[in-house]
T-cell receptor
Framework: GAVVSQHPSWVICKSGTSVKIECRSL??????MFWYRQFPKQSLMLMAT?????????EQGVEKDKFLINHASLTLSTLTVTSAHPEDSSFYIC???????????FGPGTRLTVT | AQSVTQPDIHITVSEGASLELRCNYS??????LFWYVQSPGQGLQLLLK????DTLVQGIKGFEAEFKRSQSSFNLRKPSVHWSDAAEYFC??????????????WGLGTSLAVNP
């Protein structure tokens, strides 16, 4: 149990376009979902925390107008990178947490390349 | 400030040898403690966790970790490493219940290489 999927696993887009990444909890309800960014050979950087039905809470330095997060249901959260630029190229990872739980379960990640 | 330190950036061991990955934390109270593994092309997988009770916790894939309050440490161990254990290992802590901020605080990771 506790499987999290992400789609797509990799995406290439042109500079100035937007791309949406989906994160789904397949066999549990996720009251909280997290979005991370990971640079090569580095740890995870938390971008935002989203609770189902509420606005996401963004970490300091993360542009909320650029990284739009929606958590419309207990099994789905989306991250939309708007007006993408090459510096947005990265590995984006989502995680999900059950109500009352403390551990997070992670998706496999999405590799975004902006050309 | 709250922080997690993994002193070893990279470790190489021979297959069959024992392994210990270090993790130290700085936190006001005893946090909840986690070890995750990230293999190439795969998502982070929870190896084990400590919330309370027995300070030696068993996890998946033959891993165990010991919580030592006096040393603020939560080191990960495995008695005999397999080639498939080569991966990136992350230690993370979370505030205990009652805190307003329940984000995970991550160490920088330890990259494990296994020689045949």
């Amino acid at each position: 149990g506790a499987v999290v999927s992400q789609h797509p696993s990799w995406v290439i887009c042109k500079s100035g376009t937007s791309v949406k990444i989906e994160c789904r909890s397949l066999d549990f309800q996720a009251t909280t979902m997290f979005w991370y960014r990971q640079f090569p050979k580095q740890s995870l950087m938390l971008m935002a925390t989203s609770n189902e039905g509420s606005k996401a809470t963004y970490e300091q330095g993360v542009e909320k107008d650029k990284f739009l997060i929606n958590h419309a249901s207990l099994t789905l959260s989306t991250l939309t990178v708007t007006s993408a630029h090459p510096e947005d190229s990265s590995f984006y990872i989502c995680s999900a947490r059950k109500a009352g739980a403390h551990e997070q379960y992670f998706g496999p990640g999405t590799r975004l390349t902006v050309t | 400030a709250q922080s997690v330190t993994q002193p070893d950036i990279h470790i190489t061991v021979s297959e069959g040898a024992s392994l210990e990955l270090r993790c130290n934390y700085s936190y006001g109270a005893t946090p909840y403690l986690f070890w995750y593994v990230q293999s190439p092309g795969q998502g982070l997988q929870l190896l084990l966790k400590y919330f309370s009770g027995d300070t030696l916790v068993q996890g998946i894939k033959g891993f165990e970790a010991e919580f030592k309050r006096s040393q603020s440490s939560f080191n990960l161990r495995k008695p005999s490493v397999h080639w498939s254990d080569a991966a990136e290992y992350f230690c993370a802590v979370a505030p205990p219940p009652g805190g307003n901020n329940r984000k995970l605080i991550w160490g920088l990771g330890t990259s494990l290489a296994v020689n045949p």
